[in-house]
Protein backbone atom coordinates (compact mmCIF):
# COMPACT_ATOMS: atom_id res chain seq x y z
CA UNK A 1 0.00 0.00 0.00
CA UNK A 2 3.31 2.34 1.07
CA UNK A 3 4.14 1.89 -2.88
CA UNK A 4 0.70 2.37 -4.35
CA UNK A 5 0.12 5.38 -2.06
CA UNK A 6 3.92 7.10 -3.24
CA UNK A 7 3.38 6.46 -7.17
CA UNK A 8 -0.31 7.42 -7.00
CA UNK A 9 1.11 10.97 -5.01
CA UNK A 10 3.86 11.58 -7.42
CA UNK A 11 1.26 10.87 -10.65
CA UNK A 12 -1.21 13.56 -9.10
CA UNK A 13 1.54 16.35 -8.33
CA UNK A 14 3.46 15.96 -11.69
CA UNK A 15 -0.12 16.44 -13.57
CA UNK A 16 -0.53 19.47 -11.43
CA UNK A 17 3.42 20.29 -12.44
CA UNK A 18 2.53 19.97 -15.45
CA UNK A 19 -0.51 21.66 -16.00
CA UNK A 20 1.04 25.12 -14.37
CA UNK A 21 4.64 24.89 -16.00
CA UNK A 22 6.64 23.80 -12.63
CA UNK A 23 9.94 21.61 -13.10
CA UNK A 24 9.77 17.92 -13.60
CA UNK A 25 12.21 17.11 -10.31
CA UNK A 26 9.19 18.46 -7.78
CA UNK A 27 6.99 15.02 -7.76
CA UNK A 28 10.28 12.62 -7.28
CA UNK A 29 11.74 15.19 -4.39
CA UNK A 30 7.62 14.10 -2.94
CA UNK A 31 8.00 10.12 -3.73
CA UNK A 32 11.56 10.21 -1.65
CA UNK A 33 10.44 11.63 1.03
CA UNK A 34 7.56 9.45 1.02
CA UNK A 35 9.38 6.48 0.52
CA UNK A 36 13.15 6.92 0.39
CA UNK A 37 13.37 3.20 -1.39
CA UNK A 38 10.90 3.67 -3.75
CA UNK A 39 13.64 2.85 -6.55
CA UNK A 40 14.20 -0.29 -4.82
CA UNK A 41 10.21 -1.01 -4.71
CA UNK A 42 9.18 -0.82 -8.48
CA UNK A 43 9.48 -3.71 -11.07
CA UNK A 44 12.02 -2.56 -13.64
CA UNK A 45 12.54 -3.88 -17.05
CA UNK A 46 15.13 -6.10 -18.35
CA UNK A 47 16.60 -2.99 -20.23
CA UNK A 48 17.99 -0.13 -18.45
CA UNK A 49 20.21 2.24 -20.12
CA UNK A 50 22.02 5.22 -18.84
CA UNK A 51 24.45 7.70 -19.98
CA UNK A 52 26.58 9.82 -18.24
CA UNK A 53 29.59 12.18 -18.33
CA UNK A 54 30.95 16.05 -18.87
CA UNK A 55 29.22 16.22 -22.25
CA UNK A 56 27.06 15.36 -24.49
CA UNK A 57 24.63 13.61 -22.26
CA UNK A 58 21.04 15.06 -23.31
CA UNK A 59 21.94 15.04 -26.95
CA UNK A 60 23.18 11.38 -26.89
CA UNK A 61 19.96 10.36 -24.64
CA UNK A 62 17.89 11.96 -27.05
CA UNK A 63 18.82 10.22 -30.35
CA UNK A 64 18.96 7.18 -28.30
CA UNK A 65 15.36 7.50 -27.84
CA UNK A 66 14.53 8.74 -31.19
CA UNK A 67 16.49 5.32 -32.63
CA UNK A 68 14.82 2.83 -30.49
CA UNK A 69 11.36 4.60 -30.51
CA UNK A 70 11.82 4.90 -34.28
CA UNK A 71 12.61 1.04 -34.39
CA UNK A 72 9.20 0.06 -32.59
CA UNK A 73 10.64 0.41 -29.29
CA UNK A 74 8.74 1.26 -26.22
CA UNK A 75 10.72 3.49 -24.14
CA UNK A 76 10.31 5.62 -21.39
CA UNK A 77 13.51 8.32 -20.58
CA UNK A 78 13.81 11.56 -18.62
CA UNK A 79 13.44 14.28 -21.77
CA UNK A 80 12.80 17.02 -19.55
CA UNK A 81 16.64 16.81 -18.72
CA UNK A 82 16.32 16.41 -15.37
CA UNK A 83 18.87 13.76 -14.39
CA UNK A 84 19.60 14.03 -10.50
CA UNK A 85 17.59 11.42 -8.20
CA UNK A 86 14.44 13.07 -7.99
CA UNK A 87 14.27 13.71 -11.97
CA UNK A 88 14.64 10.65 -12.64
CA UNK A 89 12.25 9.12 -9.79
CA UNK A 90 9.71 11.59 -11.62
CA UNK A 91 9.75 9.66 -14.96
CA UNK A 92 9.93 6.32 -13.71
CA UNK A 93 7.34 6.58 -11.36
CA UNK A 94 5.34 8.35 -14.47
CA UNK A 95 5.54 5.64 -16.31
CA UNK A 96 4.80 2.99 -13.13
CA UNK A 97 1.33 1.45 -13.18
CA UNK A 98 0.00 1.51 -9.62
CA UNK A 99 0.75 -1.48 -8.68
CA UNK A 100 4.62 -0.67 -9.51
CA UNK A 101 5.01 -2.40 -12.97
CA UNK A 102 7.24 0.42 -15.59
CA UNK A 103 5.14 -0.34 -18.80
CA UNK A 104 7.67 0.87 -21.05
CA UNK A 105 9.82 -2.54 -22.20
CA UNK A 106 13.05 -0.43 -22.05
CA UNK A 107 14.51 2.35 -19.21
CA UNK A 108 16.97 4.64 -21.06
CA UNK A 109 17.97 7.68 -18.65
CA UNK A 110 20.77 11.09 -18.99
CA UNK A 111 22.38 11.21 -15.23
CA UNK A 112 23.80 13.52 -13.33
CA UNK A 113 27.75 12.34 -13.10
CA UNK A 114 27.58 13.38 -9.38
CA UNK A 115 24.41 11.67 -8.89
CA UNK A 116 24.18 8.48 -10.62
CA UNK A 117 26.12 6.77 -7.23
CA UNK A 118 22.75 7.51 -5.64
CA UNK A 119 20.05 6.75 -8.34
CA UNK A 120 22.30 3.61 -8.41
CA UNK A 121 22.07 1.90 -4.95
CA UNK A 122 18.61 0.86 -5.75
CA UNK A 123 19.28 -0.51 -9.36
CA UNK A 124 21.50 -1.46 -11.70
CA UNK A 125 21.84 -0.19 -15.38
CA UNK A 126 22.16 -3.33 -17.75
CA UNK A 127 24.44 -0.97 -19.99
CA UNK A 128 25.94 2.35 -18.83
CA UNK A 129 27.25 4.63 -21.47
CA UNK A 130 30.11 7.42 -20.23
CA UNK A 131 30.90 9.56 -22.96
CA UNK A 132 33.56 11.55 -21.62
CA UNK A 133 34.98 13.56 -18.68
CA UNK A 134 36.49 17.28 -18.71
CA UNK A 135 36.68 20.54 -16.66
CA UNK A 136 33.00 21.33 -16.06
CA UNK A 137 31.81 23.54 -13.56
CA UNK A 138 34.80 23.73 -11.39
CA UNK A 139 33.98 25.16 -8.99
CA UNK A 140 31.09 22.73 -8.32
CA UNK A 141 32.82 19.64 -10.04
CA UNK A 142 36.52 19.84 -8.98
CA UNK A 143 38.92 18.42 -11.39
CA UNK A 144 37.99 15.42 -13.99
CA UNK A 145 39.41 13.13 -11.81
CA UNK A 146 37.75 13.77 -8.66
CA UNK A 147 34.79 13.71 -11.21
CA UNK A 148 36.14 10.03 -11.94
CA UNK A 149 35.95 8.67 -8.62
CA UNK A 150 32.83 9.90 -8.27
CA UNK A 151 31.42 8.02 -11.05
CA UNK A 152 33.48 5.00 -10.47
CA UNK A 153 31.34 4.33 -7.10
CA UNK A 154 28.22 4.23 -9.66
CA UNK A 155 29.37 1.08 -11.47
CA UNK A 156 28.30 -2.48 -10.54
CA UNK A 157 30.01 -5.77 -12.11
CA UNK A 158 26.12 -6.36 -13.39
CA UNK A 159 26.52 -3.24 -15.97
CA UNK A 160 27.98 -3.59 -19.42
CA UNK A 161 30.03 -0.39 -20.27
CA UNK A 162 29.91 1.65 -23.19
CA UNK A 163 32.89 3.80 -23.20
CA UNK A 164 34.61 6.46 -25.20
CA UNK A 165 38.45 4.95 -26.60
CA UNK A 166 39.51 8.32 -27.35
CA UNK A 167 39.08 9.70 -23.57
CA UNK A 168 41.71 8.23 -21.63
CA UNK A 169 40.26 9.23 -17.89
CA UNK A 170 36.96 7.53 -19.04
CA UNK A 171 38.64 4.40 -20.79
CA UNK A 172 40.43 4.06 -17.40
CA UNK A 173 36.99 2.54 -16.22
CA UNK A 174 37.36 -0.64 -18.75
CA UNK A 175 41.03 -1.10 -17.89
CA UNK A 176 41.77 -4.68 -17.44
CA UNK A 177 37.78 -5.43 -16.57
CA UNK A 178 35.63 -7.64 -18.40
CA UNK A 179 32.57 -6.26 -19.61
CA UNK A 180 33.25 -3.65 -21.59
CA UNK A 181 32.70 -2.36 -24.98
CA UNK A 182 34.68 0.68 -26.74
CA UNK A 183 33.49 3.13 -29.20
CA UNK A 184 35.96 5.39 -30.79
CA UNK A 185 36.69 8.00 -34.27
CA UNK A 186 40.02 6.45 -36.09
CA UNK A 187 42.09 9.19 -37.16
CA UNK A 188 40.38 11.30 -40.26
CA UNK A 189 41.73 14.48 -42.03
CA UNK A 190 40.38 16.99 -39.24
CA UNK A 191 43.03 15.28 -37.07
CA UNK A 192 45.82 17.24 -35.42
CA UNK A 193 49.54 16.12 -34.19
CA UNK A 194 49.66 18.33 -31.36
CA UNK A 195 47.12 19.22 -28.87
CA UNK A 196 46.52 22.81 -29.40
CA UNK A 197 44.04 23.79 -26.35
CA UNK A 198 44.76 25.97 -24.34
CA UNK A 199 45.62 23.38 -21.08
CA UNK A 200 46.79 19.66 -21.60
CA UNK A 201 44.46 17.54 -19.40
CA UNK A 202 46.01 14.10 -21.65
CA UNK A 203 49.62 15.00 -20.85
CA UNK A 204 50.35 12.55 -18.08
CA UNK A 205 48.55 9.11 -17.76
CA UNK A 206 45.57 8.93 -15.68
CA UNK A 207 46.44 5.28 -13.94
CA UNK A 208 50.59 5.72 -13.42
CA UNK A 209 50.77 9.65 -14.14
CA UNK A 210 53.72 8.59 -16.50
CA UNK A 211 54.27 10.62 -19.75
CA UNK A 212 51.51 10.20 -22.30
CA UNK A 213 52.32 10.04 -26.13
CA UNK A 214 49.83 11.00 -28.75
CA UNK A 215 49.60 9.41 -32.41
CA UNK A 216 46.70 12.12 -33.07
CA UNK A 217 44.48 14.15 -31.17
CA UNK A 218 40.55 15.02 -32.53
CA UNK A 219 40.36 18.22 -29.88
CA UNK A 220 41.38 18.76 -26.59
CA UNK A 221 42.59 15.33 -25.02
CA UNK A 222 40.60 13.46 -27.32
CA UNK A 223 42.42 11.23 -29.41
CA UNK A 224 44.93 8.27 -29.71
CA UNK A 225 46.96 7.73 -26.68
CA UNK A 226 49.70 5.46 -25.26
CA UNK A 227 51.70 5.71 -21.79
CA UNK A 228 55.29 5.60 -22.17
CA UNK A 229 55.80 3.87 -18.40
CA UNK A 230 53.02 1.38 -17.79
CA UNK A 231 51.62 0.48 -21.03
CA UNK A 232 47.90 2.25 -20.81
CA UNK A 233 46.97 2.81 -24.39
CA UNK A 234 43.65 3.64 -26.18
CA UNK A 235 41.85 0.17 -26.81
CA UNK A 236 40.49 -0.68 -30.19
CA UNK A 237 36.56 0.11 -29.94
CA UNK A 238 33.98 -2.23 -31.13
CA UNK A 239 32.38 0.86 -33.05
CA UNK A 240 34.58 3.07 -34.97
CA UNK A 241 33.82 6.01 -37.32
CA UNK A 242 35.98 4.53 -40.15
CA UNK A 243 35.02 7.65 -42.24
CA UNK A 244 33.41 11.31 -41.74
CA UNK A 245 33.44 14.52 -43.66
CA UNK A 246 32.93 17.91 -41.45
CA UNK A 247 32.67 19.99 -44.51
CA UNK A 248 29.52 17.61 -46.12
CA UNK A 249 28.12 16.38 -42.92
CA UNK A 250 28.43 12.51 -42.94
CA UNK A 251 29.90 9.67 -41.28
CA UNK A 252 30.88 6.33 -41.79
CA UNK A 253 30.23 3.56 -38.59
CA UNK A 254 32.72 0.35 -39.22
CA UNK A 255 33.13 0.57 -42.93
CA UNK A 256 29.60 0.52 -43.82
CA UNK A 257 27.11 2.56 -42.08
CA UNK A 258 27.01 5.78 -43.55
CA UNK A 259 25.05 8.28 -41.78
CA UNK A 260 24.16 11.88 -43.14
CA UNK A 261 24.07 14.33 -39.82
CA UNK A 262 21.45 17.39 -39.62
CA UNK A 263 25.00 19.34 -37.80
CA UNK A 264 28.03 18.41 -38.69
CA UNK A 265 30.65 18.35 -35.42
CA UNK A 266 32.98 16.21 -34.37
CA UNK A 267 30.85 16.22 -30.93
CA UNK A 268 28.05 15.12 -32.58
CA UNK A 269 30.08 12.41 -34.59
CA UNK A 270 30.29 10.75 -31.21
CA UNK A 271 27.15 11.12 -29.91
CA UNK A 272 25.80 9.43 -33.29
CA UNK A 273 28.43 7.06 -32.77
CA UNK A 274 27.24 6.35 -29.20
CA UNK A 275 23.27 5.78 -30.07
CA UNK A 276 24.19 3.95 -33.10
CA UNK A 277 26.12 1.33 -30.63
CA UNK A 278 23.80 1.04 -27.92
CA UNK A 279 20.86 0.40 -30.18
CA UNK A 280 23.42 -2.82 -31.96
CA UNK A 281 23.89 -4.02 -28.39
CA UNK A 282 19.76 -3.64 -28.29
CA UNK A 283 19.98 -6.55 -31.69
CA UNK A 284 18.20 -4.00 -33.66
CA UNK A 285 19.69 -4.39 -37.29
CA UNK A 286 21.63 -1.76 -39.42
CA UNK A 287 19.99 -0.81 -41.61
CA UNK A 288 16.48 0.51 -39.25
CA UNK A 289 19.67 2.07 -37.07
CA UNK A 290 20.98 4.17 -39.97
CA UNK A 291 17.87 5.38 -41.44
CA UNK A 292 16.56 6.97 -37.95
CA UNK A 293 19.89 8.08 -37.67
CA UNK A 294 20.26 9.81 -41.24
CA UNK A 295 19.60 13.61 -41.05
CA UNK A 296 18.16 13.30 -37.20
CA UNK A 297 17.67 16.95 -36.32
CA UNK A 298 17.71 17.68 -32.72
CA UNK A 299 14.59 18.48 -30.24
CA UNK A 300 16.53 19.28 -27.18
CA UNK A 301 17.15 22.93 -28.51
CA UNK A 302 21.11 22.22 -28.00
CA UNK A 303 21.62 23.84 -31.74
CA UNK A 304 18.48 25.92 -33.55
CA UNK A 305 18.82 28.43 -36.66
CA UNK A 306 17.19 31.89 -36.06
CA UNK A 307 16.97 34.94 -38.09
CA UNK A 308 17.67 37.90 -36.88
CA UNK A 309 16.17 40.66 -39.32
CA UNK A 310 17.55 39.85 -42.37
CA UNK A 311 20.44 38.11 -40.97
CA UNK A 312 20.68 33.92 -41.07
CA UNK A 313 22.45 32.53 -37.86
CA UNK A 314 22.73 29.45 -35.64
CA UNK A 315 22.47 29.27 -31.68
CA UNK A 316 24.79 26.55 -30.56
CA UNK A 317 24.55 25.79 -26.76
CA UNK A 318 27.97 25.88 -25.02
CA UNK A 319 28.29 24.97 -20.98
CA UNK A 320 29.34 28.38 -19.23
CA UNK A 321 32.22 26.68 -17.15
CA UNK A 322 33.07 23.82 -19.82
CA UNK A 323 35.97 25.45 -22.04
CA UNK A 324 35.61 22.17 -23.66
CA UNK A 325 32.10 23.27 -24.99
CA UNK A 326 32.94 26.47 -26.06
CA UNK A 327 36.21 25.01 -27.92
CA UNK A 328 33.82 22.77 -30.37
CA UNK A 329 31.19 25.70 -31.03
CA UNK A 330 34.18 27.56 -31.94
CA UNK A 331 35.30 24.89 -34.38
CA UNK A 332 31.67 24.76 -36.01
CA UNK A 333 31.89 28.81 -36.70
CA UNK A 334 35.68 28.30 -38.14
CA UNK A 335 34.25 25.36 -40.26
CA UNK A 336 32.07 28.42 -42.76
CA UNK A 337 34.55 29.07 -45.47
CA UNK A 338 32.95 32.43 -45.49
CA UNK A 339 33.30 35.69 -43.39
CA UNK A 340 31.22 35.21 -40.47
CA UNK A 341 29.77 37.18 -37.14
CA UNK A 342 30.45 35.36 -33.86
CA UNK A 343 28.43 36.35 -30.61
CA UNK A 344 29.31 35.28 -27.18
CA UNK A 345 26.90 36.35 -24.33
CA UNK A 346 27.87 35.35 -20.74
CA UNK A 347 24.82 37.05 -18.86
CA UNK A 348 24.53 34.76 -16.04
CA UNK A 349 27.25 31.80 -15.09
CA UNK A 350 24.89 29.47 -13.83
CA UNK A 351 21.37 28.53 -13.71
CA UNK A 352 21.74 26.25 -10.42
CA UNK A 353 24.02 28.79 -8.22
CA UNK A 354 25.44 32.29 -8.00
CA UNK A 355 29.03 33.00 -8.84
CA UNK A 356 31.00 35.46 -10.33
CA UNK A 357 33.85 33.40 -11.23
CA UNK A 358 35.03 33.69 -14.79
CA UNK A 359 38.39 32.14 -15.08
CA UNK A 360 37.64 29.63 -16.88
CA UNK A 361 36.97 32.18 -19.79
CA UNK A 362 40.77 32.12 -20.18
CA UNK A 363 40.82 28.06 -20.28
CA UNK A 364 38.42 28.66 -23.77
CA UNK A 365 40.69 28.77 -27.40
CA UNK A 366 39.69 32.47 -28.52
CA UNK A 367 42.36 32.59 -30.05
CA UNK A 368 41.83 31.06 -32.80
CA UNK A 369 39.21 33.91 -33.85
CA UNK A 370 42.38 35.25 -34.98
CA UNK A 371 41.08 33.90 -38.31
CA UNK A 372 40.08 36.64 -40.90
CA UNK A 373 36.90 34.98 -41.62
CA UNK A 374 35.82 36.03 -38.13
CA UNK A 375 35.18 39.28 -40.03
CA UNK A 376 33.10 40.61 -36.29
CA UNK A 377 33.10 39.33 -33.09
CA UNK A 378 30.21 40.66 -30.34
CA UNK A 379 30.95 40.48 -26.80
CA UNK A 380 27.09 40.69 -24.63
CA UNK A 381 26.06 40.31 -20.82
CA UNK A 382 27.15 40.84 -17.65
CA UNK A 383 30.28 39.72 -18.09
CA UNK A 384 31.39 41.34 -21.27
CA UNK A 385 34.29 43.11 -20.09
CA UNK A 386 35.41 39.78 -18.29
CA UNK A 387 35.44 38.39 -22.11
CA UNK A 388 36.73 41.62 -23.35
CA UNK A 389 39.71 41.34 -21.13
CA UNK A 390 40.34 37.81 -22.00
CA UNK A 391 40.28 38.50 -26.13
CA UNK A 392 42.89 41.61 -25.08
CA UNK A 393 45.11 38.56 -25.11
CA UNK A 394 44.05 36.91 -28.54
CA UNK A 395 46.05 38.90 -31.43
CA UNK A 396 42.72 39.99 -32.57
CA UNK A 397 42.51 43.09 -34.19
CA UNK A 398 40.39 45.93 -31.84
CA UNK A 399 38.02 47.07 -34.60
CA UNK A 400 36.73 43.26 -35.22
CA UNK A 401 35.51 43.55 -31.50
CA UNK A 402 32.14 45.73 -30.23
CA UNK A 403 31.76 44.88 -26.71
CA UNK A 404 27.56 45.23 -25.08
CA UNK A 405 26.45 44.85 -21.85
CA UNK A 406 23.00 45.09 -23.02
CA UNK A 407 22.09 42.01 -25.00
CA UNK A 408 19.10 43.62 -26.63
CA UNK A 409 22.03 46.19 -27.61
CA UNK A 410 24.12 43.72 -29.15
CA UNK A 411 21.11 42.50 -30.84
CA UNK A 412 20.48 45.40 -32.70
CA UNK A 413 23.98 46.14 -33.54
CA UNK A 414 23.58 42.66 -34.84
CA UNK A 415 20.85 43.53 -37.53
CA UNK A 416 22.62 46.26 -38.87
CA UNK A 417 26.35 45.17 -38.93
CA UNK A 418 26.68 41.60 -39.10
CA UNK A 419 29.31 40.11 -41.36
CA UNK A 420 27.95 37.39 -43.03
CA UNK A 421 26.15 34.41 -40.72
CA UNK A 422 26.24 34.79 -37.49
CA UNK A 423 27.36 32.33 -35.01
CA UNK A 424 25.88 32.87 -31.61
CA UNK A 425 27.55 30.73 -28.51
CA UNK A 426 26.19 30.74 -25.11
CA UNK A 427 24.77 28.79 -22.57
CA UNK A 428 20.91 27.25 -21.57
CA UNK A 429 20.95 29.82 -19.04
CA UNK A 430 21.40 33.07 -21.42
CA UNK A 431 20.35 31.68 -24.80
CA UNK A 432 16.52 32.22 -24.09
CA UNK A 433 17.93 35.92 -23.84
CA UNK A 434 18.73 36.16 -27.05
CA UNK A 435 16.02 34.40 -28.81
CA UNK A 436 14.01 36.48 -27.63
CA UNK A 437 15.06 38.94 -29.68
CA UNK A 438 15.18 36.52 -32.90
CA UNK A 439 12.80 34.49 -35.08
CA UNK A 440 14.03 30.76 -34.58
CA UNK A 441 13.60 28.63 -37.68
Not at 169 to 193: H, I, K
Not at 235 to 259: C, F, K
Not at 374 to 395: E, H, M, P, Q, W
Request: aromatic share 12%; with cysteine.
Amino acid sequence: MRTFFTILVCKAVRLVGKAVGRGSSMPGQIALKLQPDILRSIRLPEHIIAVTGSNGKTSTVEMIAHTLSACGKRVAWNREGSNQIEGVTTFLLDDCTLSGKVRSEIILLETDERFARHTFRYFTPSLYVITNLYRDQMTRNGHPEWIYHIIEESIHDRSHLLLNADDPLVSCFGWQRENVTYFGVARMPFSETENTSIYDDGKYCPLCKGRMEYDYYHYNHIGSYHCTQCGYHRMTPAYTVTDASLEEGWLVINEENRIPVAFSSIYHFYNTLAAFAVADKLSIPHPQIVSALSGYAMKSGRVLSFRLGERAGTLLTSKHENSVSYDQSIRVALQDPNPFTALFIIDAVSRKYFTSETSWIWDIDFERLADPRAAKIVLAGTYCNDLAVRFSYCGIPEERIQVFESIDDAAEYLKAEAVGYIYAITCFSDKEKFLAKTQVQ
